[in-house]
């Protein structure tokens, strides 16, 4: 089998170009340059074998991040896998509004304290660090497995971020925080999207019917862990806004606001206590 003939085996299947091409470069050890400059080379038999059982994870759903064991999120190289929901290009909406709250409105704050609640492959808490050297950074999550996944990345990246382990704010007893960040689940339990996502961690997409369990549980526990004048900013479903702005308001939060991701829905709103 040639390059070219794995490629187009890969874009029978469905398989969009990028795709096809990061498979059989996963496959073959070789980068995508490499692939179009030598469409006539032969594979191995064992990189045949490998291409093609690609292939078929991958036109049966499974996202192509745990298949090459990478995803890229916001210019940091995180590794990850069946244990860990794979880190959007919307989120990073989340960690470009926490910096920009971090240089300008909390930037008296000397050495500010952020926490990541639900921090799964640890995506946002180690941008965040990246991005904002000085901050002190906290993640929780509720899974051992997913903080498995997010200490190995912060040990790879050579961030340093605190994980303790627990729901929500229950590991985190008696701290207070300038800045608090999200991506909790917030899908319904009978959304038919769930179906799509199958092969990625149900509990980091849906904690309830409604979707907005999650939210709520952040938001009613938010106040006891919050400094004065701290933000919290969520990340939810673009059709939750408004329910979340009133969530924010009720529980004395100001300030609110709602910004959209890259394809104009409302994604993340966020206030300050």
């Known amino acids: 089998m040639t390059v070219d003939r794995a490629l187009g085996l890969a ?8 795709d096809a091409q990061l498979l059989v470069a996963h496959a073959t050890g070789r980068n995508r340059a490499w692939l179009l400059a030598h469409g006539d080379a032969e594979l191995e038999p064992e990189q045949a074998a490998r291409v093609a059982a690609l292939i078929d994870r991958r036109a049966s759903g499974e996202p192509l991040a745990y298949l090459v064991g990478e995803k890229e999120f916001h210019g940091l190289m995180l590794q990850v896998d069946a244990r860990v929901l794979v880190p959007r290009p919307d989120t990073e909406l989340l960690v470009d509004w926490a910096v920009e709250l971090l240089r300008d409105d909390l930037g008296h704050v000397v050495r500010p304290r952020v926490v990541d609640l639900g921090t799964g492959s640890g995506a946002i808490a180690l941008a965040v660090k990246h991005d904002h050297p000085a901050a002190e950074v906290h993640a929780v999550d509720l899974s051992a497995a997913a903080l498995e996944v997010a200490r190995h990345n912060a040990t790879r990246l050579g961030l340093e971020v605190d994980f303790a382990r627990g729901s929500w704010w229950d590991a985190l007893r008696g701290q207070r925080f300038d800045l608090a960040l999200a991506n909790p689940p917030y899908i319904g339990g009978e959304d ?14 849906t904690c309830g019917s409604t979707g907005l369990e999650a939210l709520t549980a952040i938001v009613d526990g938010a106040a006891a862990h919050l400094t004065a004048g701290a933000w919290l900013l969520l990340e939810h479903g673009f059709a939750q806004a408004e329910q979340v702005a009133d969530l924010l308001s009720a529980r004395g939060f100001c300030a609110v606001t709602t910004r959209r991701d890259l394809a104009g829905h409302l994604r993340c709103t966020g206030a300050r206590l």
Do not use: I, N, T
Not at 192 to 205: F, I, K, M, Q, T
């Open 11 to 18: 874009r029978a299947r469905g398989l969009d170009r990028l």
């Open 192 to 205: 038919p999207h769930l179906d799509g996502l199958r092969s990625e961690p149900r509990s980091a997409l």
